[in-house]
């Protein structure tokens, strides 16, 4: 059974950092890139960043780079998400989602989503 297991949000201020952690099992790490969505209330889910484990390659959001940093350790088949300089509009529900190649047309498995609040 695939699992992803979304964990790290939280309520922060503005200017603050978060680091969310997605655990995948059910599948071997590197067959699909795996990353996050979100969805901010009254608004479509989107993608957010995405790594592929096989061979390190990223996607950002063009409004999250320069902020945000996605990473993989592969040995505990997990991914991470550095979310710093948070900003009000990242205010969202993230899932952890693959495949992931920044569209959710193209997501198979979704893990269950983590709120991530900034305040002003």
């Known amino acids: 059974e695939v699992q992803l297991q979304a964990s790290g949000g939280g309520l922060v201020q503005a200017g603050g950092s978060l680091r969310l952690s997605c655990a995948a099992s059910?599948?071997?790490?590197?067959?699909?890139?795996i990353g996050w969505f979100r969805q901010a209330p009254g608004k479509e889910r989107a993608g957010v960043s995405c790594i592929s484990s096989s061979d390190g390659s990223t996607y950002y959001a063009d409004s999250v780079k320069g902020r945000f940093t996605i990473s993989s350790d592969n040995a505990k088949n997990t991914v991470y998400l550095q979310m710093n300089s948070l900003k009000p509009e990242d205010t969202a529900v993230y899932y952890c989602?693959?495949?992931?190649?920044?569209?959710?047309?193209?997501?198979?498995?979704w893990g269950q989503g983590t709120q991530v609040t900034v305040s002003s």
């Open positions: 989602a693959a495949p992931c190649y920044g569209v959710v047309a193209g997501v198979y498995y």
């Open positions: 059910g599948f071997a790490f590197d067959d699909y890139a």
